[in-house]
Nanobody, 115 residues
Framework: QVQLVESGGGLVQPGGSLRLSCAAS????????MSWYRQAPGKERELVAS????????SYADSVKGRFTISRDNAKNTLYLQMNSLKPEDTAVYYC????????WGQGTQVTVSS
């Protein structure tokens, strides 16, 4: 059974940090391109960051460059997103996505940035 389970979301003040995790099971994680997406209320889901299967290629949305860091541990089948200097506009549900020949999505974790 394929599973992507996000965790680490929560409520944080502006300027704070959170680390999201996405635990994968049921498929060959190390062969999949992984991404983080987010969806704010009333908005479309948007790509935040991506990492290639071996971690060699990484990309970020302009809105998070310099603040967020995506990483993966293929030995632990886990994807991470370190989020620093958080802003209220980062508030959204964050999803992880796995892509190879097929696509898997996690269920999402809520991140709320508010004072």
């Amino acid at each position: 059974q394929v599973q992507l389970v996000e965790s680490g979301g929560g409520l944080v003040q502006p300027g704070g940090s959170l680390r999201l995790s996405c635990a994968a099971s049921g498929f060959s994680f190390s062969m999949y391109h992984m991404s983080w997406y987010r969806q704010a209320p009333g908005k479309e889901r948007e790509l935040v960051a991506s990492v290639s299967s071996n971690g060699g290629r990484i990309s970020y949305a302009d809105s998070v460059k310099g603040r967020f860091t995506i990483s993966r541990d293929n030995a632990k089948n886990t994807l991470y997103l370190q989020m620093n200097s958080l802003k209220p506009e980062d508030t959204a549900v964050y999803y992880c996505k796995a892509v190879n020949m097929i696509t898997f999505w996690g269920q999402g974790t809520q991140v709320t940035v508010s004072s």
